[in-house]
């Protein structure tokens, strides 16, 4: 999917702290696919956390990792 203007209206945000190697991965991966590291993100970890919430476990906690394949 490519940049361009959304179906729907996003309207919250979200500030994320990463070290400079995890924004050259994440930069890395959504530059191959040409989408916005946004996107990427909602794309991997919102239904990785969906998945876990439906199976009862733990969404997300501080410190762990999300893998972007």
Not at 4 to 16: D, I, K, S
Not at 50 to 56: E, P, S, V, W
Request: glycine share 12%; hydrophobic share 40%.
């Amino acid at each position: 999917m490519s940049r361009g203007t959304e179906t729907r209206q996003l309207t919250a945000g979200v500030y994320v702290r990463l070290s400079p190697a995890d924004y050259d991965v994440l930069r890395g991966e959504a530059e191959r696919r040409d989408i916005s590291i946004a996107q990427l993100l909602r794309e991997e970890a919102l239904p990785a956390c969906r998945g876990a919430a439906d199976r009862g476990g733990a969404i997300i906690g501080a410190g762990d990792e999300v893998s972007v394949a």
